[in-house]
């Protein structure tokens, strides 16, 4: 299964709101999962299931989508929030993931 | 706190080995699947193996399957990954990560911070 993420980067500003994509080749039903990276940093875990945030993820990172379509939602940047966003898929053996979002401060 | 450390990166010359390691701390290191995943410089993830939390079953991509060997010592709360008949295309950071309780789930709740191979002559 291949997911295709958009946009590559995304330039914004703290306090904007950010907009994740992530395209599955085949649909997922809601077997998504987000990770977010921040540089010189391990992976984290931010949202299982499409839409269930991970122990101490803040409710400003929302995930939406099932099928082939998801998004993740980052209400009100805060600058810790920048970084690459990558999704994964787990309906499948092996699991694989996007190729990444880059989100950057403007 | 959960606690993932890897060790054992470094430089080794193609069609060298390498052993690394990943010591769990702050959870129930025996009651989770664990996994390698790397990230070559630049790139993205790519999962490699996956182990089950009894160590009775594992799985690797196919780029590593009769090269690298995961096994874990639950009496020492570690992971190891041998890694033999290194290319340069297996220069990455390596990341141990824990999966859910007990089923392999694909989920990686956890992470260490990484170590780095570097396959050149």
């Known amino acids: 299964i291949v997911l295709t993420q958009s946009p590559a980067t995304l330039s914004l500003s703290p306090g904007d709101r950010a907009t994740l994509s992530c395209r599955a080749s085949?649909?997922?039903?809601?077997?998504l999962v987000w990770y977010q990276q921040r540089p010189g940093q391990a992976p984290r875990l931010l949202m299982s299931?499409?839409?269930t945030r991970a122990t101490g993820i803040p409710a400003r990172f929302i995930g939406s989508g099932s099928g082939t379509d998801f998004t993740l939602t980052i209400d009100t940047l805060e600058p810790e929030d920048f970084g690459v966003f990558y999704c994964?898929?787990?309906?499948?053996?092996?699991?694989?993931f996007g190729g990444g979002t880059k989100l950057e401060i403007k | 706190q959960d606690n993932l450390m890897e060790s054992g990166g470094g430089v080794v010359q193609p069609g060298g080995s390498l052993r690394l390691s990943c010591v769990a701390s702050?959870?129930?290191?025996?009651?989770?699947?664990m996994h390698w995943v790397r990230q070559a410089p630049g790139k993205g993830l790519v999962w490699l193996a996956v182990?089950?939390?009894?160590?009775?079953?594992?799985d690797y991509a196919d780029s590593v399957k009769g090269r690298f060997t995961i096994s874990r010592d639950n009496s020492k709360n570690t992971l190891y990954l041998q890694m033999d008949s290194l290319r340069p295309d297996d220069t990455a950071v390596y990341f141990c990560?824990?999966?859910?309780?007990?089923?392999?789930?694909?989920?990686?709740?956890?992470w260490g911070q990484g170590t780095l191979v570097t396959v050149s002559s």
């Open positions: 990560a824990r999966d859910q309780r007990w089923l392999i789930k694909s989920v990686f709740e956890s």
């Open positions: 702050g959870f129930t290191f025996s009651d989770h699947g």
């Open positions: 182990i089950a939390y009894d160590g009775t079953n594992e």
């Open positions: 085949q649909s997922l039903t809601d077997y």
């Open positions: 299931d499409a839409t």
């Open positions: 994964q898929q787990r309906l499948s053996w092996p699991p694989t």
